[in-house]
């Protein structure tokens, strides 16, 4: 069996004076052009990795975005045949000054039909198809919301004290870190959590890195979602509303009706909103893992809120 080369990268874009524009880069030790992207690290999630490496490689930070195609070719791993799996995310520039650092001796901006003619592959001209044909649908511009299922706790049977102060144990304080990179790669910076401690444990590390502030909500909880069912899902739609990066921690209970409030806004009319749908369906159906992220990228806010694609990132498996 060929062996897997896992990577990601992105498509950073633009407008300049009315038109959209791409970033590509070269590699001197190919003389090639493509997108910035790289291998994963060890344990590292497909989106960190293309924060990183387009960071590393363009020098600028990035915002992932609405997904774009996966590549895979055919390529040599010491000698032998391997097959190279890379994803990708069309992405907003945050900041970064652009210098570059990691195997790139320059960096172009490039109008979409320039940029076609001067990429060196042609597996790399899918992801530019579909990001031109998102921006022709209007759905380029994104903001994400995550819905983030608390990572592993200590056994309820092995706690005796008040539920609702059970920690993570040692493999979910593990995942809580695994987050941080994943949930900064999509830029999220409002923090909703339930009060309980396994769930403000889980996004903590990321509040930390990030300069951000945890907002309790109790109706997140186990225990005021059965007092109050409905102020879960008041809660996303309150998020929906502000139309900022956020990210919602809950519990098992809870979540399918997080889902479900993101189930209504979905986009049916198009390829990428029927995906979508299959997958917070599929979400319902079977739950989520403990320190799963449910990425929703939506456009608009309020009662004009759409959601135009939805991802699933898991947690690295630990014992």
Known sequence: MAVTVLAAGSLPWRRRRGRLEVALVHRPRY?????????????????????????????????????????????????????????????????????????????????????????????????L??????????????????????????????????????????AGRAQAQDLVPVLGAYGISRLVTSPSTRANDTLAPYATASGGRLRSKPGLSEEGHTQHPGKARHHVEQLLERGVPAAVCSHGPVLPDLVACLLQRVDPTFAPGLVARSVAEDVLDHGMAKGEVLLAHVIGTGEDARVIAVERHHPRDRA
Request: zero cysteines; a negative charge; hydrophobic letters at 40%.
């Open 31 to 127: 003389d090639d052009w493509s997108w910035a992207k790289g291998k994963l690290d060890p344990g590292e999630a497909f989106p960190a990795a293309a924060a990183r490496e387009t960071l590393e490689e363009t020098g600028l930070r990035v915002r992932l975005g609405h997904p774009l195609p996966t590549t895979t070719y055919t390529i040599a791993q010491r000698g032998t045949p391997a097959v190279k799996e890379v994803r990708y995310w069309a992405a907003e520039v945050t900041g970064g000054d652009g210098g570059l650092v990691h195997e790139v001796d320059e960096v172009v901006w490039l109008e979409v039909e320039v940029a076609a003619d001067r990429l060196s592959y042609a597996h790399d001209r899918a992801q």
């Open 129 to 170: 198809q579909e990001l031109v044909a998102v921006d022709r649908r209007g759905t380029l511009s994104t903001w994400p919301l995550a819905i983030v299922r608390h990572a592993k706790a200590r056994s309820r049977s092995k706690w005796q004290r008040e539920d609702a102060l059970r920690p993570l144990d040692d």
